[in-house]
């Protein structure tokens, strides 16, 4: 089956920091890739979609200034969170959809805490 | 703004119990999946259901998606504790970016 890995799976830093997040499809090219966000107990908010070899799209309420996406390759998208303070702590999922783009796969997740 | 509204919230059985999870939206949905997530992991897709009135089985789980393609349902018969986790339907608008839903959490108590 389709395997998205993300690195790394915990991150720990201080506030006023940037922090990136690798996505990575491991057996298949993947166009499109998504960013979410889970906080606590809750369900997953879409953040943006990644688009290779294009500027990534942000849903409405997410600063694309503060969460920077890089779509560089087929297998490939990062996400950075610039200057990270402590609310910006949460769970970061990453999904991969296949080029017949009918199904997407989950990475692990990265879990980012910010002192 | 599209919501998909799940309940229960939160579901504590006893093992052998069955269950129903609902997902209800007023939006129509052109697929709808469902995912069983647990702590620290990413969800992992359980079924991906497409057509209105469509059912579909897995094993002791059995889904159904609405014939007007706004809701769904998912029943588990003889829960284990194994089943325990967080349920997430998820709905295609037609854009292929899923909505999810808000999440049931479930306790199967051996």
Redesign the interface.
């Known amino acids: 089956g389709a395997v998205?890995s993300?690195h790394p799976s915990w991150v720990i830093c201080k506030s006023g920091t940037s922090v990136k997040i690798e996505c990575r499809s491991l057996d298949f090219q993947a166009t499109?890739m998504?960013w979410?966000r889970q906080f606590p107990?809750?369900?997953?908010?879409?953040m943006a979609?990644s688009n290779e070899g294009s500027k990534a799209t942000y849903e409405q309420g997410v600063e694309k200034d503060k969460f920077l996406i890089n779509h560089a390759s087929l297998t490939l998208s990062t996400l950075t969170v610039t200057s990270a303070h402590p609310e910006d702590s949460s769970?970061y999922?990453c999904?991969a959809?296949g080029l017949a783009?009918?199904?997407?796969?989950?990475?692990?997740?990265t879990?980012l805490t910010v002192l | 703004t599209q919501l998909l509204e799940q309940s229960p919230q939160f579901l504590s059985i006893q093992e052998g119990e069955n269950l129903t999870v609902y997902c209800n939206s007023s939006s129509v949905f052109s697929s709808l999946q469902w995912y069983r997530q647990e702590p620290g992991e990413g969800p992992v897709l359980l079924v991906t259901v497409v057509t209105g009135g469509e059912v579909k089985k897995l094993k002791r789980l059995t889904f159904q998606f609405g014939d007007a393609r706004k809701d769904s349902s998912l029943h588990i018969t003889a829960a284990q504790p194994g089943d325990t986790g967080l349920y997430l339907c998820a709905g295609d608008p037609g854009t292929y970016k899923y909505i999810f839903g808000t999440g049931t959490r479930l306790k199967v108590l051996a």
């Open positions: 998205v993300q499109t998504f979410y107990k809750q369900s997953l908010m879409l979609t769970f999922i999904s959809m783009g009918d199904e997407q796969f989950f990475g692990p997740g879990r």
